[in-house]
């Protein structure tokens, strides 16, 4: 038997050196420094990216610039805010507003098929407190932006008086046309189309309101580009001890929410041969001081048929009794409760479908007010009902005065009972028409419309004992 030699055990692997500390912290610290720049290099590009999107916040499919007046064009760039503006050819009425399609026979004179409803029909008083002008003719219901133009074009109150070319201020797309009348001077252009005849003024015009009268094409920021308010709120800031206000350069964004509605939602009057364009705001917002100013200067709108009298028009007065209301002194745009933000997939954007909150409750009413729609529709329905039957009052007070001062008149009475009669039946029936005209029935300042109202009732009864001698 051989003998073997015992084989020897493997020596034990020696452990590999450990990394000095130092080597473990640089590596640390490198893969940190790594991501950190990965995460500030990906912020960066985020932040590029947004101000790139800011710059351009919509698909540009086709240049805009101060001359595109047609919506439809607009369109190409904001489909889903153009979408909303077509839904203003919409007749909807709701209890105490809106409009009701009424069918009519189309004519060479008036192409139109469908109208609204007639207020003078459903109230025949418009047309004795109106007797001696065009709007005992014709007065119809407010209908949409869309409808703005050529309800203004075939009324036939452009039968019954001569207009002027300053009608088309707020009928109109007039931006674009004011500026290529005044050689790029939007004052010189408003001017010049204020002085044509209405015939002749309407050729320069093709759109109602349309997004370049309240949007920069460059930036889509909301402007105002009407020279009656651009002047109506200087000299109303004045008044307050602000001088040279410039709306464009002054106004915070959430005022020109409200500005540039109140271009047109305004009361105003044609000023001297030239047929400017004013907004009679020198005293103040309220019906009276509009009031004082005109008794100062003497402005007549016409004399009426029936009592002699110099008559006032209100016109459509939302901006300033807005301004009287709670509304305007929380802060709430007009386009917080008629454009109310809606999200369409994921954007939020204003909608265009200009329209009464109470056709539209839940997103023009209930952001702020937390109560079922229902009862928000009947806290509204009971203000406006209200007003309206106190306005009822006013209207047969106005109604009866003019009967007495009529009746007065064809027997021979005259001399200064007479005249300070014509005097009340003057401010008895602006008052009574500042509500009147206004488009919300008294919802905007459900307070103020009272309270002229009254007033409009107490001149009607100092017009009557002035009558009597008393």
Same mark, same amino acid.
């Given at each position: 038997? $051989?003998?073997?030699?015992?084989?020897?055990?493997?020596?034990?692997?020696?452990?590999?050196?450990?990394?000095?500390?130092?080597?473990?912290?640089?590596?640390?610290?490198?893969?940190?420094?790594?991501?950190?720049?990965?995460?500030?290099?990906?912020?960066?590009?985020?932040?590029?990216?947004?101000?790139?999107?800011?710059?351009?916040?919509?698909?540009?499919?086709?240049?805009?610039?101060?001359?595109?007046?047609?919506?439809?064009?607009?369109?190409?760039?904001?489909?889903?805010?153009?979408?909303?503006?077509?839904?203003?050819?919409?007749?909807?009425?709701?209890?105490?507003?809106?409009?009701?399609?009424?069918?009519?026979?189309?004519?060479?004179?008036?192409?139109?098929?469908?109208?609204?409803? $007639?207020?003078?029909?459903?109230?025949?008083?418009?047309?004795?407190?109106? $007797?001696?002008?065009?709007?005992?003719?014709?007065?119809?219901?407010?209908?949409?932006?869309?409808?703005?133009?050529?309800?203004?074009?075939?009324?036939?109150?452009?039968?019954?008086?001569?207009?002027?070319?300053?009608?088309?201020?707020?009928?109109?797309?007039?931006?674009?046309?004011?500026?290529?009348?005044?050689?790029?001077?939007?004052?010189?252009?408003?001017?010049?189309?204020?002085?044509?005849?209405?015939?002749?003024?309407?050729?320069?015009?093709?759109?109602?309101?349309?997004?370049?009268?309240?949007?920069?094409?460059?930036?889509?920021?909301?402007?105002?580009?009407?020279?009656?308010?651009?002047?109506?709120?200087?000299?109303?800031?004045?008044?307050?001890?602000?001088?040279?206000?410039?709306?464009?350069?002054?106004?915070?964004?959430?005022?020109?929410?409200?500005?540039?509605?109140?271009?047109?939602?305004?009361?105003?009057?044609?000023?001297?041969?030239?047929?400017?364009?004013?907004?009679?705001?020198?005293?103040?917002?309220?019906?009276?001081?509009?009031?004082?100013?005109?008794?100062?200067?003497?402005?007549?709108?016409?004399?009426?048929?029936?009592?002699?009298?110099?008559?006032?028009?209100?016109?459509?007065?939302?901006?300033?009794?807005?301004?009287?209301?709670?509304?305007?002194?929380?802060?709430?745009?007009?386009?917080?409760?008629?454009?109310?933000?809606?999200?369409?997939?994921?954007?939020?954007?204003?909608?265009?479908?200009?329209?009464?909150?109470?056709?539209?409750?839940?997103?023009?009413?209930?952001?702020?007010?937390?109560?079922?729609?229902?009862?928000?529709?009947?806290?509204?329905?009971?203000?406006?009902?209200?007003?309206?039957?106190?306005?009822?009052?006013?209207?047969?007070?106005?109604?009866?005065?003019?009967?007495?001062?009529?009746?007065?008149?064809?027997?021979?009475?005259?001399?200064?009972?007479?005249?300070?009669?014509?005097?009340?039946?003057?401010?008895?029936?602006?008052?009574?028409?500042?509500?009147?005209?206004?488009?919300?029935?008294?919802?905007?300042?459900?307070?103020?419309?009272?309270?002229?109202?009254?007033? $409009?009732?107490?001149?009607?009864?100092?017009?009557?004992?002035?009558?009597?001698?008393?």
């Amino acid at each position: 038997m $051989s003998e073997t030699t015992p084989t020897s055990p493997e020596p034990a692997p020696v452990p590999a050196p450990r990394p000095p500390r130092a080597m473990v912290i640089l590596a640390v610290a490198a893969g940190v420094t790594a991501v950190v720049t990965v995460a500030v290099t990906a912020l960066l590009v985020n932040i590029f990216e947004k101000k790139a999107e800011a710059r351009n916040p919509f698909f540009r499919v086709v240049e805009l610039g101060e001359d595109t007046t047609d919506p439809a064009v607009w369109g190409k760039n904001f489909p889903m805010q153009y979408d909303g503006y077509r839904h203003t050819v919409d007749m909807v009425r709701t209890r105490h507003g809106g409009s009701e399609a009424i069918a009519r026979t189309p004519s060479q004179a008036d192409p139109r098929s469908i109208v609204a409803q $007639s207020r003078l029909e459903e109230d025949p008083r418009l047309k004795v407190i109106w $007797s001696g002008y065009a709007f005992a003719k014709d007065f119809r219901e407010e209908r949409g932006h869309a409808y703005m133009l050529e309800d203004q074009l075939f009324t036939e109150r452009q039968q019954a008086a001569k207009q002027p070319g300053t009608c088309l201020h707020c009928h109109a797309s007039v931006w674009a046309p004011y500026r290529k009348l005044g050689g790029g001077d939007l004052f010189k252009g408003f001017e010049t189309l204020n002085r044509m005849p209405y015939a002749e003024a309407k050729s320069h015009v093709t759109h109602p309101i349309s997004c370049v009268d309240c949007h920069d094409p460059s930036s889509v920021a909301l402007r105002v580009t009407r020279p009656g308010f651009i002047e109506g709120i200087r000299a109303l800031k004045a008044s307050q001890g602000v001088k040279d206000y410039d709306v464009n350069r002054d106004a915070s964004r959430q005022e020109m929410r409200s500005f540039v509605c109140g271009q047109c939602h305004v009361e105003y009057y044609f000023k001297g041969p030239e047929k400017r364009l004013t907004y009679p705001w020198e005293k103040g917002l309220k019906a009276d001081e509009i009031l004082a100013g005109y008794e100062e200067t003497g402005f007549k709108d016409w004399e009426h048929a029936d009592t002699g009298a110099p008559m006032l028009k209100a016109q459509h007065p939302e901006f300033e009794m807005w301004n009287q209301g709670i509304h305007a002194r929380s802060g709430v745009a007009c386009a917080d409760c008629h454009m109310p933000y809606k999200r369409v997939g994921a954007l939020k954007i204003s909608d265009h479908h200009v329209r009464s909150p109470l056709l539209n409750i839940n997103a023009a009413c209930q952001t702020c007010h937390k109560f079922p729609e229902e009862e928000l529709r009947q806290r509204v329905e009971i203000i406006q009902e209200r007003t309206y039957r106190l306005r009822n009052l006013a209207m047969d007070a106005v109604v009866d005065l003019i009967a007495d001062l009529k009746a007065a008149r064809a027997a021979g009475q005259a001399g200064e009972n007479v005249i300070r009669a014509q005097q009340a039946h003057r401010k008895a029936q602006f008052l009574l028409d500042f509500v009147e005209a206004e488009n919300s029935t008294g919802f905007h300042a459900p307070q103020e419309a009272a309270r002229l109202l009254g007033e $409009s009732i107490d001149w009607s009864r100092k017009g009557e004992r002035a009558l009597s001698g008393k």
